[in-house]
C-alpha cells in the first residue's frame, strides 16, 4: 500500500498555455523534474489553443509575445496569426522536452491542503493526484462567459462563443448577429462581414480602436533577424518599449505623465476618418476616457461599418428568441448565426482560481479574495495556502506583454522551491506581514492610475472586480522583474513538516 504521506508528484502545475509552458521550463532548467501539467485543452497553447476564429492575432507586436529566452526569428507578420503562436507553443514543448510532463483533457475540478500529511490532494476529471506543490497558471482569460440574456438558449439556430468558434458552420449567405464589441468582436467583424448576408453587431459599449503597425516581415527581414548580430535585439528592445509606454507607463503613471488625452483625440479623429456616417461615428465613439480598459489595434475594423450589409445596434437585448435577437426600441433583428463576443470570467470567484482551492483550516481561497477583496504577495503567494503559488495572481500583472510576467513569476516561484530544497524544508508560506505590507503598498500607489477618472465607470471593464478594485500592479516591468527575482527570503517561512 502506497504511503497517503507521501505526494505523487513533487510539483502539479495547473495549465499548459504559455505560463504552464513557462514554467515547466523554468522548473526543469532549475532541475526540478517531478512536475505534471494538467490541462483541460487537447492541446498546448492555452488561448491560442481554444481561440480559433476568424482574425485571432496578437495585439501587441510578437518581437514582445515570446520567451525572452527563446526568441522566433521567423514571425510572418509584426503582430503574429492565432495559428503561429499555437505553433511557438509546440516548439517550446518539443525543444524542452515538455510532453512527458503534460497530461491533456483533463480538468482540475478541487484541491485542498491536507494539512497533515502536508500536501495538496487534487481531484480530476482523470481521477486524484497529490502534489507536495501546486501551481496555478489556469489564465486570466480561460473560461467564456455567456450573457445572462433571457431566452439565449431557445435560439434554435447555431450559437457560438468566440473563444469556441465552431469551424463546421458556414456563415456565408447567413443573417449573423454579434453580441459584444471588445478585442475578440474587432478582430472577427472585419474577417466576417464580407461573407455573410446581414451582419448585425449588438454594441454596449465602444471600444477604443487604434490603427496598428500590422505588416508582413518579408524574407529579407526575417533572414536578417535570424542571421545579423544585433537586429532581432534592436527589433525586441523597440517593440518592449513601445509596449511599456502604451500601456503600463500610461495606465499606471497617469497623474505624473497624462499622455493618453492626445492619443484620445487621435482616437475621435481616427473614427471620424474612418467611418463615413456621422451619426454611427458618434455610435462607435466611446464615451470614457482611453485606458479605462484596454483599448483594441485593428486597421479595419471602424471601416467595416460603412458596409452596407453591417448594421451597428446599440439599443438593449431585451430577450433571444427561437430566431431573433429582441431591442429595447421593440425591433425583432432577424438572424440565423449568433456569435457571442461576450469575453471571459476574470475576477470572478469561479476564475481565479479556476476550481475550488482550500488552504489550511478550510480556507477558500476563491471566498476568501471575495471577503477580503483580491489581494496577493507579488500576485504569486497568499498566506493561509502554503506550496500554492500563482503566475497571474491579484497585483501580479502590470498589463504589458503576459511573457514578462509568466518569467518573473516563475523566477519567483523557482526562487522560493530552490531556498526550500536548499533548506531541506517542505512548507513554503509567504508571511502574513510581507503579504499585507505588499497590499497596502499597491493600494498606496495606485493613486496615479488611469483608472479613477470619473468617465471610467462608463467602461464595463473587466478590469474592475466586484469591488471596484483593478488588481494590476502599479508598477513598470522593470521593478517587476527585479523584485521577483530579489523579494526577501525572509518574507516566507521555510519549515520542514513532513
Ligand atoms: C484572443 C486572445 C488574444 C490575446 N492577445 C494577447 C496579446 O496580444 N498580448 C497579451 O499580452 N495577452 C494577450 N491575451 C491574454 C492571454 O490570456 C495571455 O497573453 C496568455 O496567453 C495567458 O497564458 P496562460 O497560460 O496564463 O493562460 P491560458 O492561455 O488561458 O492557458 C491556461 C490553460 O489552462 C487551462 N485551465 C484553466 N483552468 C483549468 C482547470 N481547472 N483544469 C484544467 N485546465 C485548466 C485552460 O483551459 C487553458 O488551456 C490574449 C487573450 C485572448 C483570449
Redesign the pocket.
Known amino acids: 500500500m502506497t504511503d497517503p504521506r507521501i505526494p505523487d508528484r513533487e510539483i502539479v502545475i ?7 509552458i513557462g514554467t515547466l521550463i523554468a522548473l526543469k532548467k532549475a532541475g526540478f523534474n517531478d512536475v505534471l501539467a ?4 487537447s492541446g498546448p ?7 480559433t476564429y476568424p482574425g ?1 492575432a ?3 507586436p510578437s518581437f514582445s ?1 515570446q520567451f525572452s529566452y527563446e526568441k522566433r526569428p521567423n514571425w510572418s507578420r509584426t503582430y503574429a496569426k492565432g495559428r503561429e503562436l499555437k505553433g511557438y507553443a509546440q516548439h517550446l514543448v518539443a525543444k524542452y522536452d515538455l510532453a512527458q510532463h503534460i497530461r491533456y483533457n ?3 475540478i478541487s484541491a485542498h491542503f491536507d494539512e497533515t500529511a502536508n500536501l495538496w490532494r487534487i481531484e480530476t476529471s482523470a481521477g486524484p493526484v497529490s502534489a507536495r506543490h501546486v501551481i496555478h ?6 473560461r467564456p462567459k455567456r450573457p445572462d440574456i433571457e431566452g439565449l438558449d431557445s435560439f434554435a439556430g447555431p450559437t457560438m462563443h468566440t ?1 469556441r468558434w465552431d469551424h463546421r458552420i458556414d456563415l456565408r449567405g447567413k443573417r449573423v448577429a454579434i453580441i459584444g464589441t471588445g ?2 468582436a474587432v478582430q472577427i467583424i472585419p474577417e466576417i462581414a464580407p461573407q455573410v448576408a446581414k451582419l448585425t453587431v449588438f454594441q454596449r459599449t465602444p471600444i477604443w480602436c487604434m490603427p496598428k503597425f500590422d505588416a508582413p516581415i518579408p524574407g529579407p527581414a526575417r533572414w536578417a533577424l535570424k542571421r545579423v548580430p544585433g537586429v532581432e535585439a534592436v527589433a525586441s528592445l523597440a517593440s518592449d518599449a513601445f509596449v511599456e509606454a502604451t500601456f503600463p507607463i500610461l495606465a499606471h503613471y497617469h497623474k505624473l505623465i497624462p499622455g493618453t488625452s492626445v492619443l484620445e483625440t487621435a482616437g475621435r479623429r481616427y473614427i471620424k476618418q474612418q467611418v463615413k456616417d456621422p451619426a454611427l461615428a458618434e455610435k462607435l465613439t466611446p464615451k470614457y476616457a482611453l485606458g479605462c480598459k484596454r483599448p483594441s489595434f485593428h486597421n479595419s475594423y471602424l471601416q467595416t461599418f460603412n458596409r452596407s450589409n453591417v448594421a451597428l445596434e446599440t439599443g438593449s437585448i431585451t430577450r433571444i428568441s427561437e430566431n431573433a435577437v429582441h431591442t429595447a426600441d421593440g425591433v425583432a433583428h432577424e438572424v440565423d448565426v449568433l456569435i457571442l463576443a461576450t469575453g ?1 470570467k476574470v475576477t470572478e470567484k469561479d476564475a481565479i482560481p ?2 475550488d482551492l482550500t488552504g489550511r483550516g478550510g480556507l477558500v481561497l476563491g471566498d476568501w479574495w471575495e471577503e477580503n477583496r483580491l489581494q496577493a504577495y507579488q500576485g504569486v503567494s497568499s498566506p493561509g495556502f502554503p506550496n500554492f503559488f500563482t ?2 495572481g491579484p497585483y501580479g500583472y502590470n498589463g504589458s ?2 511573457f514578462a510576467l509568466i518569467e518573473n513569476s516563475s523566477a519567483h516561484i523557482v526562487r522560493c522551491l530552490d531556498h526550500a530544497r536548499r533548506q531541506n524544508a517542505d512548507l513554503i508560506e509567504v508571511t502574513e506581514k510581507a503579504h499585507v505590507d505588499y497590499h497596502a503598498e499597491m493600494m498606496r500607489r495606485r493613486g496615479n492610475q488611469i483608472f479613477w477618472q470619473e468617465s471610467c465607470g462608463l467602461a464595463n471593464s473587466y478590469y474592475f472586480d466586484k469591488h471596484g478594485d483593478v488588481p494590476l500592479r502599479p508598477s513598470l516591468t522593470i521593478e517587476a522583474a527585479w523584485r521577483s527575482r530579489h523579494f526577501p527570503l525572509k518574507d516566507y517561512t521555510f519549515r520542514k513538516v513532513a
Not at 495547473?14 to 504552464?20: D, E, I, L, Y
Not at 494538467?38 to 485543452?41: C, E, M, Q, R, V
Not at 497558471?137 to 480561460?142: E, T, V
Open positions: 495547473v495549465g499548459a498555455g504559455f505560463s504552464g494538467l490541462d483541460d485543452a497553447g492555452g488561448v491560442w489553443h481554444w481561440n485571432v496578437v495585439d501587441i509575445y483533463t480538468s482540475v497558471a489556469g489564465g486570466p482569460l480561460s473563444a478585442a475578440s471571459f479556476t476550481y503566475i497571474m506583454s503576459f
